[in-house]
């Protein structure tokens, strides 16, 4: 019979985005070096795969979006999990682990792992799985209390006897990405003698944008005041965004929207000495990297904080708190809306003018029971 102790070749599912796999890296380590010559390979959504390349521990990468997420388009019948199981069979894995936050069901996952005969499955679950699961932790989350992300995972794994010291997520920047960005700040004009900081105004999800005309009062401000140059980032889709805050801050600033790799941002975010922006992935790899982060954090969920570095997690209390909605129910997105940029500009030159900080407690961000 198969143990933890003796699983050589692992499977580890994340079907989220960017900032689900980096959060998750922790625990992926923990599974990594728990155990002498072990194979860890990482199954992820589209999204998440893009982070694969700049995480040490990974061995293998399968890329799959599940038709239980919601960012998955629609399918057009089952072929795609039958290939999948099948690709899994062929792997041959001893152990797979199933990371998901609270609100999400494992067991899709599992059945899948069950049909590729992987002998052990560990997951986190409400209900109880019978044989899916052969390691079940029953999820204490959110009745009981509530866990950072990195630490609800962490303890996963944990139960299967599989630690490690210290908790960072940690990203493998390539030193020719830190090279072309410290180039490219010096073509787009940025002073070395002078400081600067990253602004990432855009998100995925409605809810968790900060409006664009107070990003501009706090950029302005920033610019004005302090003396900061400000460098913008953004998909190409959030050019337009980037390019209304710019015209309405009404001072000097630079943008590298549409100009990085992923693994360019992470150098981006590695050499600034902070990144203000909504909760977004960059948040999560400016942290991996080590670097201070002011959070505009929508109260959609209370678990995805910055970790492990300096940071300020701003926002508004509002009693329609932890909706996990990615568009605000009840449509004035306040806990947002009410934050003000003067905020932001305390927060920013409160870190950048500490020379170690200690991160502020967002203990309003427990859920109420």
């Given amino acids: 019979m198969q143990h933890w102790n003796t699983a050589k070749n692992i499977l580890c599912i994340r079907l989220d985005t960017i900032g689900d796999v980096i959060m998750t890296t922790p625990a992926m380590r923990a599974l990594k070096t728990s155990q002498p010559n072990r194979r860890v390979t990482l199954m992820t959504s589209s999204a998440g795969a893009a982070i694969a390349p700049l995480i040490p521990e990974l061995d293998d990468l399968m890329v799959y979006d599940s038709p239980w997420l919601k960012a998955t388009a629609p399918r057009r019948n089952s072929e795609p999990e039958f290939a999948m199981i099948e690709r899994l069979r062929q792997a041959k894995f001893d152990a797979a682990v199933i990371f998901t936050v609270y609100s999400q069901n494992p067991l899709p996952s599992a059945f899948m792992c069950y049909m590729a005969n992987i002998p052990l499955r560990l997951a986190h679950c409400h209900e109880n799985p019978y044989q899916l699961l052969t390691d079940w932790i029953k999820d204490p989350e959110p009745e009981q209390f509530t866990r950072h992300e990195v630490r609800r995972q962490l303890d996963l794994v944990a139960s299967v006897g599989c630690q490690v010291e210290g908790d960072r997520m940690l990203l493998d920047v390539p030193a ?194």
């Fill in 176 to 369: 020719v990405a830190v090279q072309h960005v410290q180039r490219l700040l010096t073509d787009i004009g940025i002073d070395h003698t002078r400081p600067w900081v990253v602004v990432h105004p855009g998100a995925t999800a409605p809810s968790r944008r900060y409006p664009p005309e107070k990003f501009a009062i706090a950029a302005r401000e920033l610019s004005r005041s302090a003396g900061l140059q400000i460098i913008f980032t953004g998909t190409q889709p959030e050019q337009p965004l980037v390019e209304s805050i710019r015209e309405a801050m009404g001072m000097p600033s630079y943008s590298l929207v549409d100009r990085l790799s992923l693994g360019e941002l992470a150098a981006l975010l590695k050499l600034s000495p902070l990144l203000i922006s909504n909760n977004t992935g960059p948040v999560h790899i400016a942290a991996a990297v080590g670097t201070p982060v002011v959070d505009l954090y929508a109260l959609t969920n209370p678990q995805h904080t910055p970790w492990g570095v300096p940071h300020r997690v701003l926002f508004h209390d509002v009693p329609c708190r932890i909706c996990y909605k990615s568009i605000c129910p009840e449509g004035h997105h306040h806990c947002l809306q009410l934050v003000e940029p003067q905020a932001i500009v305390e927060a920013a030159l409160e870190l950048l003018n500490q020379p170690n900080p200690e991160p502020a407690l967002a203990n309003l961000l427990l859920p109420r029971v």
